[in-house]
């Protein structure tokens, strides 16, 4: 597609259920990120995946947290026993390798009631 | 270690100039950033400026880099009503790396 795509837009679900967030990154892209950005605040990063490398995982708040990127091309963000704390907007980004600019998507607006 | 700062909010009167500021912690940044990010819209990337540059314009947007303060900022001249969102500086060490998000100022104008 034209841009990163991410799915569900919109996702609300009870506290303690598990949640998994979809990046479709621009075709080729070889580095995609994970980011989280709660209500009122900046971007946390979470997660970032290059080509074959080793994830960057050192942003990932607890083990509750995990991400798979199959194939170097989609990713999924999961979440297991979601909390309040939880809910925030979940942004997907990705890039070609060595550049400089980064593409974001419209992101995964996550509430956990 | 890595941090980003930047003021929450800031109210500027239309067609006056907006100038938005940022520092940063990593002297060893590489590629610094300003984002923009419009009430329920995805993240756009306004300009990026290389350490080894002092400036660099675009239109009605100017960046300056002070790198010994590690500080920079964005100019918007002409400040109008789409200008209204809020704004991240981010950086980066090198393209192999993550960015680095500060937590936004709030670009608001008054008629």
């Known amino acids: 597609g034209a841009g990163v795509s991410q799915s569900p837009s919109n996702k609300v679900t009870e506290k303690g259920k598990d949640v998994e967030l979809r990046c479709d990154p621009i075709?080729?892209?070889?580095?995609l990120y994970w980011y989280r950005q709660s209500l009122g605040q900046g971007l946390e990063f979470l997660i970032y995946?290059?080509?074959?490398?080793?994830?960057?995982k050192s942003g990932l708040p607890s083990d509750r947290f995990s991400a798979e990127r199959t194939g170097g091309s989609v990713s999924t963000l999961t979440i297991q026993r979601t909390q309040q704390e939880d809910s925030a907007v979940y942004l997907c980004a990705s890039s070609s390798a060595y550049q400089e600019t980064q593409y974001f998507g419209p992101g995964t607006r996550l509430l956990v009631l | 270690g890595e941090d980003v700062e930047q003021s929450l909010f800031l109210s500027v009167r239309e067609g006056d100039s907006s100038v938005i500021n940022c520092t940063y912690t990593d002297s060893s940044s590489t590629y610094l950033y300003w984002y923009k990010q419009e009430p329920g819209a995805g993240l756009q990337l306004l300009t990026y400026?290389?350490?080894?540059?002092d400036m660099k314009q675009d239109q009605r947007l100017t960046v300056l880099l002070n790198k010994k303060d590690k500080h920079l900022s964005l100019r918007i001249a002409d400040t109008q009503t789409g200008d209204s969102a809020i704004y991240f500086c981010a950086e980066r060490k090198s393209s192999a790396s993550k960015i680095i998000f500060g937590s936004g100022t709030r670009l608001s104008i008054r008629p």
């Open positions: 995946f290059q080509g074959n490398s080793a994830p960057d």
């Open positions: 075709s080729g892209h070889t580095a």
């Open positions: 400026i290389f350490s080894n540059m």
